[in-house]
């Protein structure tokens, strides 16, 4: 999967919107599981959303469900999570994570081998 590379995470007042890019120096075989994953401080890291780029099937935790869209451009090398109606217990370092795709994909952190830097996301009430 190479390198990711997270950016436009930001601090905005609760309601707001950011949208995160993830750019991945090569998306490979053309079968891969991308995610967003969250780690606010203390605690564990959490799949948000992913997508494969099978049959591009996305999956979401449930409290953004609604709210935040995950999209992948395999042309552009790219993967997008767009964050809408933000609340405070959003806050959170924001992670763009990869691995191959094999028989499905899931939200489970401990299921994605490439990761990124990070990207502060912080909402504030």
Request: with cysteine; glycine share 12%.
């Amino acid at each position: 999967q190479g390198q990711l590379v997270e950016s436009g995470g930001g601090s905005v007042q609760a309601g707001g919107s950011l949208r995160l890019s993830c750019e991945i120096s090569r998306i490979t075989h053309r079968r891969e599981c991308l995610a967003w994953v969250l780690q606010a401080p203390g605690k564990e890291r959490e799949g948000v959303a992913r997508v494969n780029t099978v049959d591009y099937g996305t999956f979401y935790m449930g409290s953004v469900e609604g709210r935040f869209t995950i999209s992948v451009n395999v042309a552009k090398n790219s993967l997008s999570l767009q964050m809408n109606s933000l609340k405070p217990e959003d806050t959170a370092m924001y992670y763009c994570a990869a691995e191959s795709f094999r028989t499905g994909c899931g939200l489970d952190a401990s299921e994605y081998s490439y990761w990124g830097q990070g990207t502060q996301v912080t909402v504030s009430s």
